[in-house]
């Protein structure tokens, strides 16, 4: 056999997430020597690298058809990767910059923060792009075991460190599951190869027929943890409300979307060929009712809660559901390439709302070390207008009123349930969006109805920053969604070329 | 020289049945460190699978995806044991069913 030469590794398109991970290692060296005064250069840094790259990364669209592999196929390039480079890229900009000031304020101003978030970020990335079961595996535990750690940034505070106790504990017990079901689908199939699967799939090669379905549903279940699908999200809510408020925020987007694009890769690449009834592929119905359960429990129990972090970790897992009714319709094949678009523009839509929300409650939380409350949005719109009105739009969004992005991945999502032949789900989705105005609404109207004690906090200028940037996000992809969708529906997975 | 014909069903029954013990003992034991055993083990039962099938298809990528999970599973040792350690300092106790301060 002959060695492969530098060329045939194609680094170059690599670059958005070895290059994250590399410059983690800059940044994580650089800040041991940062003085107190000068740890500014931490997130100067950060943000340096990520915008650079992010611009890096727009020129990967379209590549030709030569370099959409790396490492002899483990690293697909294809456009699915670069959309989900840049909702990756654009979620640890907000991470970054909504924890600046607060991990000062409440003395967690540890430099670990950034290199971990960026690490976590490259994990992320490599999901999407994974071409090889093995690389899905490293890439799932890249993006997992820095955010165990960060969850428990804030020791000795008890309920930091309990969250990043379950979250490592049930986390571990999804890779388990998850390199599980690699192992029988492996031995199935004779491959770990994503194309390679497909086609032994395809063509009937397979050693088991029960061997591969155990497999896929093992991995469908290690993958449903990190999305926080229905009945694999026990631990989101704990883990939510415990974490330090701005790795929350970060978490609730950066693992759902590693999740996500690593669902979609195996499900999408490798398993379409999996018997069901009909055209459709045998998972279709699975996750179908895993989108809906999801749905559904997600948005009922949010109703009773009070705790901000934890309401919005139901509603995270609300959102999962959504994004599950769009994998579900990617099983038919007519449909496939819209759900899969259609997917992706949630994520980015759902990236800028949560990130949005969440650098909100990090500004009105309290230095004390408790969690922020519904009524501590009482009559926020005295005392900081732009901060409500932000949050409004936000919660709006969530909640599928125009005009703002939420409203127009939900549609796409909807259709692409509805062509998929799945018109009940759709239902399901329209009727529990309908809940969801119920709790997402009890914050406007406790911040422009209810009266407040009236106390303007200090002014924090990073996290107002990046509130009017997630919020400028939620608003142009409200209005202007055809800009995106665009980018999006190139990205659909040219999978079956091998 | 061909390797000797494998009787692989052996191989996937044995690492069911331990994958199974560890899943079982995640659920029921309550010592943290027992937990991330129990784990350990269900990652250990896929690694038997994986090597398994590599010998059964006289492959390497199965025993070198072996390396990937053990090397990942040293990682999630070193994180693991450090939250543990972190926790037991500030409760004296690493009981899971005494984390219970996060609930509705």
Same mark, same amino acid.
């Given at each position: 056999?002959?060695?492969?030469?530098?060329?045939?590794?194609?680094?170059?398109?690599?670059?958005?997430?070895?290059?994250?991970?590399?410059?983690?290692?800059?940044?994580?060296?650089?800040?041991?020597?940062?003085?107190?005064?000068?740890?500014?250069?931490? @997130?100067?840094?950060?943000?340096?690298?990520?915008?650079?790259?992010?611009?890096?990364?727009?020129?990967?669209?379209?590549?030709?058809?030569?370099?959409?592999?790396?490492?002899?196929?483990?690293?697909?390039?294809?456009?699915?990767?670069?959309?989900?480079?840049?909702?990756?890229?654009?979620?640890?900009?907000?991470g970054?910059? /909504?924890a600046?000031?607060y991990l000062?304020?409440t003395h967690i101003d540890r430099g670990e923060y950034y290199p971990l978030l960026?690490i976590s970020t490259?994990g992320? /990335?490599?999901?999407?792009?994974?071409?090889?079961?093995?690389?899905?595996?490293?890439?799932l535990e890249l993006l997992s075991i820095p955010l165990y750690i960060m969850s428990g940034l804030r020791r000795p505070n008890a309920a930091s460190e309990e969250s990043a106790l379950k979250y490592f504990l049930l986390g571990a017990f999804s890779s388990a599951?998850?390199?599980?079901?690699?192992?029988?689908?492996?031995?199935?199939?004779?491959?770990?190869?994503?194309?390679?699967?497909?086609?032994?799939?395809?063509?009937?090669?397979?050693?088991?027929?029960?061997?591969?379905?155990?497999?896929?549903?093992?991995?469908?279940?290690?993958?449903?943890f990190k999305?926080a699908?229905?009945?694999f999200h026990m631990w989101t809510p704990d883990v939510y409300q415990g974490a330090p408020t701005a790795v929350t925020g970060y978490m609730s987007v950066g693992a759902k979307?590693g999740g996500?694009?690593?669902?979609?890769?195996?499900?999408?690449?490798?398993?379409?060929?999996?018997?069901?009834?009909?055209?459709?592929?045998?998972?279709?119905?699975?996750?179908?009712?895993?989108?809906?359960?999801?749905?559904?429990?997600?948005?009922?129990?949010?109703? *009773?809660?009070?705790d901000?972090k934890r /309401?919005l970790g139901?509603?995270s897992? *609300?959102?999962?559901?959504?994004? @599950? /009714?769009?994998?579900?319709?990617?099983?038919?094949?007519?449909?496939?390439?819209?759900?899969?678009?259609?997917?992706?523009?949630?994520?980015?839509?759902?990236?800028?709302?949560?990130?949005?929300?969440f650098?909100?409650?990090v500004?009105?939380e309290?230095?004390?070390a408790t969690n922020?409350? @519904?009524?501590?949005?009482?009559?926020?719109?005295?005392?900081?207008?732009? @901060?409500?009105?932000?949050? *409004?739009?936000?919660?709006?969004?969530?909640?599928?009123?125009?005009?703002?992005?939420?409203?127009?991945?939900?549609?796409?999502?909807?259709? *692409?349930?509805?062509?998929?032949?799945?018109?009940?789900?759709?239902?399901?989705?329209?009727?529990?969006?309908?809940?969801?105005?119920?709790?997402?609404?009890?914050?406007?109207?406790?911040?422009?109805?209810?009266?407040?004690?009236?106390?303007?906090?200090?002014?924090?200028?990073?996290?107002?920053?990046?509130?009017?940037?997630?919020?400028?996000?939620?608003?142009?992809?409200?209005?202007?969604?055809?800009?995106?969708?665009?980018?999006?529906?190139?990205?659909?997975?040219?999978?079956?070329?091998? | 020289?061909?390797?000797?014909?494998?009787?692989?069903?052996?191989?996937?029954?044995?690492?069911?049945?331990?994958?199974?013990?560890?899943?079982?003992?995640v659920?029921?034991?309550r010592n943290a460190i027992l937990v991330f055993m129990?784990v350990e083990?269900?990652?250990?039962?896929?690694?038997?699978?994986?090597?398994?099938?590599?010998?059964?298809?006289?492959?390497?990528?199965?025993?070198?995806?072996?390396?990937?999970?053990?090397?990942v599973a040293a990682a999630e040792v070193a994180v693991g044991l450090a939250l543990i350690v972190v926790i037991f300092r500030t409760r004296r106790s690493i009981n899971i069913d005494e984390l219970s301060r996060l609930k509705?």
């Amino acid at each position: 056999m002959e060695l492969p030469t530098l060329q045939d590794l194609n680094l170059a398109v690599t670059l958005p997430s070895m290059g994250l991970a590399l410059w983690a290692c800059v940044v994580l060296a650089v800040g041991l020597f940062l003085p107190e005064r000068r740890r500014h250069w931490n @997130l100067v840094l950060s943000l340096g690298g990520i915008v650079a790259l992010f611009l890096y990364n727009l020129t990967l669209f379209d590549l030709p058809a030569d370099r959409q592999s790396a490492f002899l196929g483990m690293y697909r390039a294809d456009n699915f990767t670069a959309f989900v480079n840049l909702i990756a890229l654009v979620t640890a900009f907000f991470g970054v910059l /909504m924890a600046y000031e607060y991990l000062k304020r409440t003395h967690i101003d540890r430099g670990e923060y950034y290199p971990l978030l960026l690490i976590s970020t490259s994990g992320a /990335m490599l999901m999407g792009a994974s071409g090889d079961l093995a690389v899905l595996f490293v890439a799932l535990e890249l993006l997992s075991i820095p955010l165990y750690i960060m969850s428990g940034l804030r020791r000795p505070n008890a309920a930091s460190e309990e969250s990043a106790l379950k979250y490592f504990l049930l986390g571990a017990f999804s890779s388990a599951f998850l390199v599980y079901g690699v192992a029988l689908v492996y031995g199935a199939a004779g491959s770990t190869d994503l194309s390679e699967i497909f086609h032994r799939v395809n063509a009937g090669l397979i050693l088991d027929q029960g061997l591969l379905l155990a497999g896929a549903g093992l991995m469908l279940v290690g993958l449903g943890f990190k999305v926080a699908a229905v009945p694999f999200h026990m631990w989101t809510p704990d883990v939510y409300q415990g974490a330090p408020t701005a790795v929350t925020g970060y978490m609730s987007v950066g693992a759902k979307l590693g999740g996500f694009a690593g669902l979609l890769r195996v499900f999408i690449v490798a398993l379409p060929a999996v018997s069901g009834a009909g055209d459709a592929t045998g998972w279709q119905d699975t996750i179908a009712l895993i989108a809906a359960l999801t749905m559904i429990l997600g948005n009922v129990v949010a109703i *009773a809660q009070r705790d901000v972090k934890r /309401m919005l970790g139901y509603s995270s897992i *609300a959102h999962a559901g959504y994004i @599950l /009714m769009g994998a579900a319709a990617a099983g038919s094949p007519d449909v496939r390439d819209f759900a899969v678009s259609a997917s992706l523009f949630y994520l980015l839509a759902y990236a800028f709302t949560n990130l949005g929300a969440f650098a909100v409650t990090v500004a009105i939380e309290k230095d004390d070390a408790t969690n922020p409350q @519904l009524d501590d949005f009482n009559g926020l719109s005295k005392t900081r207008p732009v @901060l409500a009105l932000a949050m *409004a739009l936000f919660m709006l969004s969530l909640t599928g009123i125009p005009p703002t992005a939420g409203v127009v991945g939900k549609f796409f999502l909807f259709q *692409a349930a509805v062509n998929a032949g799945m018109v009940w789900l759709a239902l399901i989705g329209v009727i529990t969006s309908v809940v969801s105005a119920f709790y997402y609404l009890r914050i406007v109207v406790n911040m422009y109805l209810r009266e407040g004690p009236g106390e303007a906090q200090a002014q924090r200028s990073f996290l107002g920053v990046a509130v009017g940037l997630a919020a400028v996000g939620t608003f142009v992809l409200g209005v202007a969604p055809v800009l995106f969708l665009d980018l999006a529906q190139r990205a659909v997975l040219v999978a079956l070329g091998g | 020289m061909e390797p000797a014909p494998l009787n692989i069903s052996a191989y996937v029954v044995l690492s069911a049945i331990l994958f199974a013990m560890g899943a079982l003992g995640v659920l029921i034991r309550r010592n943290a460190i027992l937990v991330f055993m129990s784990v350990e083990l269900m990652l250990n039962a896929a690694n038997l699978a994986l090597i398994a099938f590599a010998r059964f298809y006289n492959q390497m990528d199965g025993q070198i995806l072996v390396f990937f999970v053990m090397t990942v599973a040293a990682a999630e040792v070193a994180v693991g044991l450090a939250l543990i350690v972190v926790i037991f300092r500030t409760r004296r106790s690493i009981n899971i069913d005494e984390l219970s301060r996060l609930k509705d």
